[in-house]
């Protein structure tokens, strides 16, 4: 039974649009939350991150939002560009635990 | 550039083999990881090792036998291996076990067992 779900696989984006991307989460004990992009044949690279005591934390084009009570976590890209086409995971964990758990991550397509 | 270097970056193996993957980091992390990656599966941790000592295992069969010799390296030993042990193996590093603190992945070995 998977803690952490990525409902959609993929998503397309017109170039300069948003880009919303989706996680929820079983375990309402999870307090910090990040999100990772993987390009092909790369490992995946830590986007941005936040914690259960905020819900929301914005990174220049990026924003992450959390919602505790639905235990929903969002990141929204905007404006989209061509190099943000990739996966995207959302992972959770609890502060002072090492254990990340990841979703199946969603393929974003920026079209030009 | 990531700082966290794997190699092979692809590997064939048969069942009755027995293969390493190795594992370096640059970035004077204290705390490493191995995971697996099975198609359209979630990242699944395997291990964890936090300053050399193993601090999780997570419930990985025992043809799967890390090695952390130090800090800065990482290793799995493989024997007998099955072909549903296919996958890509991600290793990653962060700067130690707080959680707090985010994961830096290498490029991954893709493994093949047949």
């Known amino acids: 039974d998977q803690q952490v779900k990525q409902n959609s696989p993929s998503l397309s984006v017109q170039e300069g649009r948003i880009s919303i991307l989706n996680c929820d989460y079983t375990n309402s004990m999870f307090d910090y939350f990040l999100w990772y992009k993987k390009y092909p044949a790369e490992g995946p690279t830590f986007l941005i991150s936040i914690s259960s005591i905020k819900d929301k934390n914005e990174d220049g084009r990026f924003t992450v939002f959390l919602n505790k009570s639905a235990k929903h976590l969002s990141l929204h890209i905007v404006p989209s560009q061509p190099g943000d086409s990739a996966v995207y995971f959302c992972a959770v964990t609890n502060f002072g635990n090492e254990k990340l758990t990841f979703g199946t991550g969603t393929r974003l397509t920026i079209i030009p | 550039e990531t700082g966290v270097t794997q190699t092979p970056r692809h590997l064939v193996m048969g069942m009755t083999n027995k293969k390493s993957l190795k594992c370096e980091q640059h970035l004077g992390h204290n705390a490493m990881y191995w995971y697996k990656q099975s198609a359209k599966k979630p990242l699944e941790l395997m291990f964890v090792y936090n300053f050399k000592e193993q601090t999780e295992n997570n419930s990985v069969p025992s043809r799967f036998s890390p090695e952390c010799p130090n800090s800065s390296h990482l290793f799995l030993h493989l024997h007998t291996l099955q072909p549903e042990d296919s996958a890509l193996y991600l290793c990653?590093?962060?700067?130690?076990?707080?959680?707090?603190?985010?994961?830096?992945f290498g490029p991954g070995t893709r493994l093949t067992v047949t």
């Open positions: 990653a590093s962060s700067q130690d076990w707080s959680g707090e603190y985010e994961q830096y």
